[in-house]
């Protein structure tokens, strides 16, 4: 696991680091220039706002009754209103230890106010079990906080997906409970397009109750999109600005994302990036390493010889992100909707000539 | 003022209505498309965001030593980080009735834990002598929270500016005092390119401990520069993340400042704003009609009779700040970085032909 | 108006200073050596705490479906238990100026993130008038915190009491706008016992939608009970535990309250404070001062020269609550279930003597 | 572990479920009423307030130069405070497991804003060592919230105490890694007053930055004494204050605090508390059942069969730990300052009886 951001300098090597080193895809760009001259009204109540919710609702197959659609800068925002809009003060959320919001948000769900209690994983998912046995645990009445809303990231941060079992099974146990589920939709893209998946878009609604679309990590310059059910809608704009997430200019989110819904260009950016993941995995694989995560999304978890390790530093950047003893660790390589097949083919290349 | 945002529809006509109606200035849009596709490092580490950051170091006349710089996507994000990550829990905030943060910002402030105090204002100013006398009523320890950060905006949200004289004051009463100086500068640029200012850019370093320079109303699609001094910047960025306003493409905020900072573009930018605003200001004063406060910057306060106002409302859209009686009411005209002569000079004419 | 209260010393005279200055009424201490060496099971589960619900219930005319009860330490805690309690993030509280959570409790209420609006008060109440303007001021959505909650006090700060026509009127805004009144009863004893109060216990319930029955000002070591009507009574428990008010032996303030209401002690303990402070406010007027308030419960607020108030601090303890200019100041003496009719004629006497 | 208090009815039995299931020790009631009449200065400055703190600063051998001394109602509210008011919004605290403040507080700490990081514990300490490795693994600026503040107890919640060399090497990675000491100390009388302890009072003072003194579960009807070492003094009685726990009448718990240090009656009521544990535990092992963990201070951790269970449960109130498995169970019984010999001799009988 990196121990600094901050220290880290313009990368002089071809990144794997992570799916937000390139700015945004062209035609998403392109529409920012082309209807940059008109007035529209602020606050995300603009024209191009309004076309992509209703894109949006069209590729969910939901009603604007069913689901309202909100758009905020970050990942982390979006995280944290969506938490905190739904719970009372004494409600805790409840996360797997690999969830971003654990330790990859700088405490922004407990400066909200609200706890948060581990259930644990498996190759970075819940598990209704284990969730249905923290919650168990969780009942001592008034002294633990009250377990609320259930926290999943689909892909995982170990990008791992769910399937429509296993989704059916947690959002069983939510119900039995009178729990929330959330689902933080960073990587929802490349969740929905990798070859293993079985859940629809629909899926997502029926099965959860808040949820959000990934814009950074899937082309945009900046921007996700929060759904949520009708239930839980009421005065939801009052969070995003409460929280400093509503843009003057919320047209600048809203035209990315009619541009990435009109069609399938969001499908169709995060299938390369799964495509451009498999390839290096494959590559690994075949010359022997051996992966510590089977590889579902765009994210390659290898576990490597630190000799190759160094040659590969000397052309690309990525994370180490576990040491396992003196000889080896485990490399986290990421592609994106910007991977290119030449880029991957060398990258390929090299492993090989250094192996 | 106005009774909701989330009714209105898109404007079918010309909108006086804010500085944020339009997209960004078109040379910026240009160093997003020529940037975009370089890979850099993420959450304000790209050499884009540095070149920002020193740039407009340059335009303060400060060293890195003396500023940190950092950014945020939105004015209430800015103010609230700001503000939260000088004070303790018991610290309280002094601010006059028409800060933005008092009734703008959804309770953003009081939402991190922290009390306002309201000063009487002037004008939309702070003044010295209030802040004094206001600091003094609230000392009765530990029953009233503790008087600590003094918000003051320049440009106010009444157009006003403060003179270096009255910095100055207000400055010096918070030495005495012991308390922190915060200026909000969504409008900063308005407010150093007035026919009337005596303040340099050095001089906000000197007589605040924090202030932010807006891009989102200065010709930016987004995105706040908070410039906290030294004594106040340590750990400034987990602030940032904390509240979700660290973008991971950081890069996207850093572009546009380098752009408006790299000559005087946002100096020019502001100039035309204020320009614009006076034309109007002078053609209503010419026809006889009496501004509710003088037009300092890029906002005119006009008293309009119902009658003139219903006319105007044909062809453009703006606030009606507040209503008089039944024959009169106070209009607020806002010009911007994108508003020009001959829109001007065609409301112009509509205003005089109606009168 | 005090500036502090701990560079105070123990006071050296009798003092008029607040109506917490002794301890407990010696039935109550009595009550508490009685059970003191029963085992009593912990967190306000004891016998004694459930004897004290039922008795207040009774009181009130209420059943225990209708209204839950809790019991917390301090005012401040009830007074931040109550408000966060019922509201979401965005929620504000309406309140008159005067109002103890405005500047009394060190910013408790915006601690649990919730803003204050400012309504006009006249003579420390809110009126219905007052309260219904400020309301339709704040509705710009959503950049204005919506209000939500309102709060009163009763007897309030200044020492006045609302009629039931009056609570009834805010009664009838609060439904209008859905608003919920909340009262703080740090004095509620005094306020129903009080010559001109037309309100009964049961009307409380009836008109507000959360109240607490002050155990401090009317003769307990400490405690105040909150009344929870049904619809806001769930999970209630978890707040007081979380603010750290849920005492582990809190039969230490069910043993009191049950003290307080198995009989009429309570009211007679608020009658006797009443009848002091008409005495004193009588003889004040008697000998031509003038009150700058009417005396209503145990709060007496009088113009009284300067020489005089000298002469009054060589026996007495009490505050100068405003300097009106350099002959006159308005002072304020308080009462208490433990002022006797000889301390108060003493002091009568003393005031006629160097008038 | 108990599932929940509030269904609980008052014990028809016996109590060994917690150490504050009694009032106060009488020689604390005798204080309340001796000192009941007299008029004191409110808010925690009264003479016996002020004599406590200089008898506590006596036992502790510290001047108020270097320790300033706070008294709030309760367990969670001393926790909450000390923690709040030493860190910024990002910083962590930093816990084992069991901590109380982990899942007894209703996430009281969370609610302050504050994130918990896990440490792993042994028998409910915290190690220098897993500390150290901890406080590494959390330093990805600015995505992981800071590590600033450890959080320890003594005794602790499983009865277990420090020792002066495990201690001094918690104390040197904090100095090490810039972190603040803060102790749980709600049993800090059972645990200085241990057979095995060789901590003196002063030793907190030396190696800790803060902590608590617990009085409710050492004879107070109620009340906690912090001690808060003078770099983290300044505006303490604010955070008292904001959350409530600052008492109108603060004499009620300087009058028991100045009883419980004038002498030695503190530590006295802890050895008496201790020696009842240590009858039962030597009872049990003679019997030939096996601790969970070594009895050291007032809780013993035993391993008993179902059978045997259910005998005590029909005279004896206690909690039942954690199940092993149908046949046994690990049960816990927890003395005070008011369990007597004759008490402990008829328990320590009947479990003789029915073995």
Redesign the interface.
């Known amino acids: 696991?990196?121990?600094?951001?901050?220290e880290?300098?313009?990368?002089p090597k071809?990144?794997f680091?992570?799916d937000?080193?390139?700015?945004?895809h062209?035609q998403l760009?392109e529409a920012?220039?082309r209807?940059?001259?008109?007035?529209?009204?602020?606050?995300g109540?603009?024209?191009y706002s309004s076309e992509a919710r209703r894109l949006i609702q069209r590729k969910l197959s939901a009603t604007e009754d069913e689901v309202a659609i909100h758009f905020?800068?970050?990942?982390?925002?979006?995280?944290?209103?969506c938490i905190?809009?739904c719970l009372?003060?004494?409600e805790?959320v409840l996360t797997v230890g690999s969830g971003h919001i654990v330790?990859?948000?700088?405490?922004?769900i407990?400066?909200?106010?609200?706890?948060?209690?581990?259930v644990p994983g498996s190759r970075g998912k819940m598990t209704a079990e284990n969730l249905e046995k923290t919650v168990r645990?969780?009942?001592?009445?008034?002294?633990?906080?009250?377990p609320r809303l259930v926290y999943i990231s689909n892909a995982t941060e170990l990008g791992t997906i769910y399937t429509k079992q296993e989704l059916e099974s947690i959002s069983a146990v939510c119900k039995r409970w009178n729990l929330l589920l959330h689902m933080d939709g960073a990587r929802i893209g490349v969740a929905l397009s990798a070859p293993s998946n079985n859940l629809t878009p629909r899926d997502l609604v029926d099965l959860t109750d808040i949820f959000w679309i990934g814009g950074?990590?899937m082309g945009a310059?900046?921007g996700e999109a929060i759904v949520v059910r009708s239930h839980l809608a009421e005065?939801f704009?009052?969070?995003?600005?409460?929280?400093?997430?509503?843009?003057?200019?919320g047209?600048?989110i809203g035209a990315q994302f009619a541009e990435l819904f009109r069609g399938d260009l969001f499908f169709e950016l995060a299938t390369n990036a799964n495509k451009m993941a498999h390839m290096i995995s494959d590559n690994f694989q075949t010359l022997g390493y051996r992966l510590s995560a089977k590889t579902e999304t765009n994210q390659v978890f290898v576990i490597l010889p630190t000799s190759l390790i160094r040659r590969l530093e000397e052309r690309y950047s990525f994370y180490i992100w576990e040491h396992l003893d003196e000889q080896q660790a485990v490399v986290r390589i990421v592609t994106s909707w910007a991977t290119n097949a030449s880029e991957v083919a060398d990258f390929n290349a090299w492993v090989r000539q250094w192996t």
């Open positions: 696991m990196p121990s600094s951001f901050l880290t300098k313009t990368p071809y990144s680091t992570d937000y080193s390139e700015g945004a062209p760009l920012l220039v209807t940059n001259s008109t007035q529209q009204v602020s606050y109540n603009d024209e905020v800068p970050s990942g982390t925002s979006a995280n944290l209103i905190a809009s009372r003060p004494y805790a330790d990859k948000e700088a405490g922004a407990e400066a909200t106010g609200h706890k948060m209690i581990i645990q969780n009942q001592f009445f008034p002294h633990m906080a009250k950074t990590k310059l900046l005065g704009a009052f969070h995003l600005k409460q929280h400093g997430a509503l843009l003057a200019k047209r600048i």
